[in-house]
């Protein structure tokens, strides 16, 4: 959200020295420079990224419009593998079958709503769980294993930051292209009317600007952004791991969930009492 906040904010900012100076705001709706501009910067992400990046870009926006995971949502995840390893120590590692096998119908689970929402981390519990389970892996391969997972998922998820950054990079020269093209009209137009070559020098520069604001002011901020999101959600998933591994070695439920609340952010890290309190609770126990 204050990601398109920030943008408004510089979009108005600049706006408003611009009138301050005494410019006119008709003066920069140039629709031609907004053509090529737009369409450069949409082929540039095409020819470089394909449809498949636009869509996964397009679904990374829009999820910039929901918070990042917030300290709730770890004290969450944190009761939620604690009351989890904790069925393991009292039923032995089959009582947490129907717990892996069907999440979205657990007992557990369905006590934390944001847990469920977030895909991608309840296919990585659940399937390092059913590894778990076999008895055929050992804790450091596991943990191999995971890391694997959260690398090749990283990458992919870094996908759509990268393909904004390289269009937001490329923006300041697509604006020189659309300059170039406007001097040239311009020169056509020497010997002429001067108000007319004045609008069409005017015109040239509105291209430099719009190339330079888009790509510093708008798109940058985007990828950026975005890649601060998939490292939020990485953190998330990194907590699930530490956890894991910690299960796997046969440790209390309690020390698995302290070793996942150290990997947490400090901002949003709750505190050992706060952990406690919150896995003592009568749901949790």
Do not use: W
């Amino acid at each position: 959200m204050f990601t398109f906040i920030g943008i408004i904010v510089g979009v108005v900012a600049v706006l408003v020295g611009y009138l301050m100076h005494g410019g006119q705001i008709g003066v920069l709706i140039q629709v031609n420079e907004f053509v090529i501009l737009g369409g450069a910067g949409l082929g540039i992400f095409l020819g470089s990224n394909g449809l498949e990046v636009l869509k996964q870009t397009i679904k990374a926006l829009t999820g910039l419009m929901k918070p990042p995971p917030a300290q709730k949502d770890y004290i969450d995840l944190l009761k939620m593998m604690y009351q989890l390893f904790t069925v393991a120590r009292k039923e032995g590692l089959l009582g947490l079958e129907k717990h892996v096998e069907e999440p979205e119908n657990s007992d557990i689970m369905k006590k934390f709503p944001s847990f469920l929402a977030n895909h991608h981390a309840v296919h990585f519990l659940c399937d390092t769980m059913k590894v778990i389970l076999t008895g055929a892996v050992g804790p450091h391969d596991l943990s191999e294993m995971m890391e694997l997972d959260l690398e090749v998922a990283h990458a992919e998820e870094m996908v759509p930051a990268d393909a904004m950054q390289n269009v937001a990079d490329a923006m300041p020269a697509v604006g020189i292209v659309a300059a170039v093209l406007g001097i040239i009209i311009t020169m056509g137009k020497i010997g002429g009317d001067p108000a007319s070559i004045g609008h069409s020098v005017a015109a040239a520069l509105a291209g430099t600007f719009f190339g330079i604001f888009a790509g510093y002011v708008i798109v940058a901020p985007m990828a950026k952004s975005i890649g601060n999101r998939v490292r939020s959600g990485g953190q998330y998933l990194t907590c699930i791991r530490y956890a894991l591994f910690s299960f796997a070695r046969g440790e209390s439920p309690i020390t698995c969930v302290e070793f996942a609340r150290r990997n947490i952010d400090p901002s949003v890290r709750p505190g050992f009492q706060e952990l406690e309190k919150a896995v003592k609770e009568k749901d949790a126990a």
